[in-house]
């Protein structure tokens, strides 16, 4: 009797022309969860008090060194207003640093206020005004500061890489993989498309 990995192998193939864009995330999964959020404040971080102040401190000084690498290197950093494109604003960068052809580098670093869920604490009932009161903790929907960093890589073309300063410190990653200046592509083979079509080969060939 044939199993799963034989049936899958002899029937189902993959097949992969090119693609407009690949899209990971990733995150810190330990900080889903309240107790390794204090433990984190408290014990890595050094906070007596583990509370959702200490992320505001952290996130502040995230800020203030993404500024300071920025002008260091001399990377634009604007902020992006509503509604607007963030691509067509990164593209014209995008576009002169893959006309230089030279080593990947980061061309923008983009600011948008966005919504995610982040860590919110407070004092717990009866222990307002007590010295080292329990803190209650839990997830709310707030608008908080995202950083876009727009870079050019010499093999995937166009990228950009996305954080915030709250925990669980998500991490979004997207490969624009379209030729510069010329928009999404609808057939054909561009660059990154390459790369991927010889990954997906790989994955073909060495079966489940």
Known sequence: MADYATLLRDHVTLTCR?????????YVPKLQTVGWVCQFLNR?????????AAFGKIGAAYADEVHRWAQAHGVPVIRFGKRESKEQIARPLLDAAAAEDGE???????????KAPVWRSWKAKGQEHLPHPHMEWGRQMAFINHFYFYLWDPEWGGAFWKTNAYAPYPIW?????????????????????VATVRACDRVRRAGP
Do not use: K, N, Y
Not at 44 to 52: D, E, K, L, N, V
Not at 187 to 192: D, I, L, R, T, W
């Open 18 to 26: 090119s693609v407009d864009r690949i899209f990971l995330q990733g």
């Open 104 to 114: 990947g580098r980061v061309v923008l670093i983009g600011i948008a206020q966005e």
């Open 44 to 52: 890595q971080r050094g906070f007596a008090i583990p509370s959702s």
């Open 173 to 193: 990653i997207c490969l624009l993989t379209e030729l510069p200046g010329e928009g999404p592509r609808r057939s054909g083979v561009f660059p990154a498309g």
